[in-house]
């Protein structure tokens, strides 16, 4: 096995000893502090994802642990499938959108997210968006560990059903038990090896995921159906409010930002890799959310049906399934399907994006031996003791990715018309610097957007805090940041302190099919027709 050989490894661990680690820059030579391969436009030879595409990502990412979750709390609310599902399709259409949006700045350049940010939030003030994002990701990482953990846990009391009988050290409010953590550790290890494999290395984990997931999900719908005669409780019945101080509307409004909330932070980093998909991309989401919902909504139901009480946690349905087989299979292909999100969702745009900031001394393994210990430290057990702490959870950074989105909606689109100068973005004294390397604009519009949803957020941590009526914005915290900044970025950047040194009246791409190479001294001097023809930024 010459993969393990002692040259091999000593080869692939030596130069992560040491402070700084190997840095190749990109292809802008005379701004390696801002330029590297990770962080340059998509070549042209990559930039192949057509409509297809993202239908089959949207597919194997939908159809996923976090899906089912979400769905489960939001009926934690006392909703049944008639408020659900509306919940859920608006939801991810309201996300869809705006996913397209900034799916479109990034595809239009063929930039990453931490290289867009600089022309919104500066080349340094962009950082603390890059960790907000980041933040967001290694959260959901690390709660993603938990679940995979229960299913880890499902499969091996399958095979071994003494294991139920495995004895418990910890505290009844310790969140997990001994098993459990037992569990997490064991797929923790597996999954952190199989992160620090590139990407590439793992298509056939994914394809995988494609193949067995989806029917897995078909399977639990037809099995809620059957054994409920066509509905159940949660399906035929009436709505049930649990909130001591929400109505109807707020209950459903909380939801919503709920279902936001689950992919929100892809709404400000989804950038895709082909600007002709948008399309299939605004679709894609509502209608594959919206049908994969329905699994969720009626698995939750059965378990209402069958044992007569509400249960959110996929993990604790399935370890109440009968047959062994059905219990080891679905906990199987959930823990699967799990790895597959956790890597392409969350442990890879992380380490992407932290690498970024400092490429010196931080490169992608680094970057995920860090999320991976994150994962451990962060006890994550603690946030999803029951569907309240998901659901306040899920709430709580929407309060910053709304905000955040606004931004860069209002930047892009409203105030610099779709038009930036790709080189610009790799300079450091360039355009893009703004006042110390800071856009002071964007983040007072960020804070414009986010200081309102604190007091809401407080009280979803301590139901007892009284905060008067500013809970009420907080149930559509994502919408009212969101708008917020939009709004406030548009009228400071227009009325009050205009950013006319970053403006340009032509749009400067990246090299387009069919274009001529720029020579290496274009690249270094700024010349060359590649860069100053102009081009038609298509509108959305």
Known sequence: MSFLSPNRLRAKITPHLHWRVPFEAGVYQNSPRWSNKDLDPVPIHLRTWGGLDYWAYWTSDMLAPPLASTVSTVMSLGFTARETIPIVFFGF????????????????????????????????????????????????????????????????????????????????????????????????????ILALMPIQKLRILFLVKAVIV??????????????????????????KLTSSYMNTAYSALTGLNAIIGLFSSMAVNMFSKNNLAGGHQFLALPIIGTLGALTPIFVTSAHSYIWGEFEWYMPAVIEKFDSRAAQFFTGFSFMLATIGNQIAAGTYPF???????????????????????????STPWNIIKNAAGLLAFLSGYSCLMGPLAGVMVSDYYLIKKRKLNIYELYKDRGIYHYSH????????????????????FAKSIDNGLAVGGAWKIYTFAWLFGFTMALLSYYIICTYISPITGALVDVAVLPPQKGDRSPSEEEVFEGKGDVMTREREVSAV
């Not at 604009?441 to 804070?447: D, E, L, V």
């Open 214 to 239: 989806p029917p897995t999900f078909m399977a639990l719908f037809l099995w809620g159906v059957i054994v409920t005669h066509g509905g159940g409780p949660l399906v035929t019945g009436k709505a």
């Open 93 to 192: 259409a309201i996300c869809s959108v705006v996913i397209t949006l900034t799916g479109k700045m990034g595809a239009t350049y063929s930039i990453p997210f931490p290289v867009l940010v600089r022309s919104i939030f500066g080349m340094y003030g962009s950082y603390p968006a890059i960790c907000i994002r980041a933040f967001v990701a290694a959260m959901w990482t690390a709660i993603l560990c938990v679940q995979a953990g229960g299913f880890l846990q499902n499969c091996i009391e399958a095979i071994w059903p003494s294991f139920r009988n495995f004895p418990n050290h910890l505290s009844s409010d310790a969140g997990i038990t001994s098993a459990g953590l037992l569990c997490f550790f064991i797929y923790w290890i597996f999954q952190t």
């Open 351 to 377: 380490s992407n994006d932290v690498s970024g900031i400092y490429p010196k001394y931080i490169n992608i393994f680094r970057a995920t031996c860090f999320i991976s210990i994150f994962c451990v430290v």
């Open 437 to 456: 390397g800071v856009n002071w604009r964007a983040w007072a519009a960020f804070f414009v957007g986010f200081v309102p949803l604190i007091p809401g």
